[in-house]
């Protein structure tokens, strides 16, 4: 019992250590999100188009640094998102770990394990399951990012011309899609890593 308790104690911090370097991960992917649709806006007449006066133009950058920034953007993201993937992978990990432990400390951060697997899998985009789990600043992002999909998409939608006139919507359009993708393979990846976590008595897990 006392070894149980020093690994849980040790997996806790590990598991911290994964979801802060999770949050910053998100955290780059905003920011190069923002960095893009300055650049796009700036080359695009984007500023003008909001009756914004800026110094900046594309002579303002090397071709090569816009090209890598701009065109590959796509190649960017799913680089970013993958090193999410990745330490959420390590995480979960760490978690089944915990969940075999035969340990009582923290039950009240536990969730029922069905009812979460069927919350990050339907619900997820939202940052739902994040919310339950106090794991509120990645809540937050998927809230966030949520928000701004749902908002461009119904432009998108329902006024296209809109759309198609404002480069800075198309651009929060393309990044917040991107990312909801991103997210949903992150929640299936937390879904599975559940799935496999042993149940206490109660059929609550650590997640």
């Known amino acids: 019992m006392k070894k149980d308790k020093k690994d849980f104690i040790l997996l806790r911090e590990k598991i911290k250590r994964y979801n802060k370097i999770i949050i910053g991960i998100l955290a780059v992917f905003i920011a190069y999100a923002l960095i893009h649709s300055v650049l796009i806006l700036d080359c ?28 590959n953007y796509m190649i960017i993201s799913i680089i970013i998102l993958i090193a999410a993937a990745v330490f959420m992978i390590l995480q979960k990990i760490a978690l089944l770990k915990i969940n075999q432990l035969n340990v009582d400390l923290l039950d009240e951060e536990k969730v029922e394990k069905n009812n979460h697997i069927l919350v990050t899998l339907l619900l997820g985009y939202t940052g739902l399951h994040k919310f339950r789990t106090e794991n509120r600043p990645i809540g937050f992002i998927y809230l966030i990012n949520f928000i701004f999909f749902g908002v461009t998409w119904i432009i998108k939608t329902f006024f296209a011309e809109t759309f198609d006139k404002y480069t800075m919507i198309r651009c929060a359009y393309e990044f917040s899609l991107l990312f909801i993708i991103g997210i949903i393979i992150l929640n299936v990846i937390e879904a599975i890593f559940s799935f496999l976590s042993l149940k206490d008595d109660e059929d609550r897990i650590f997640a």
């Open 44 to 71: 695009n007449d984007g500023f003008r188009e909001l009756g914004v006066k800026t110094s900046y133009s594309c002579t303002n950058f090397s071709n090569d640094f816009y090209k890598f920034f701009v065109d």
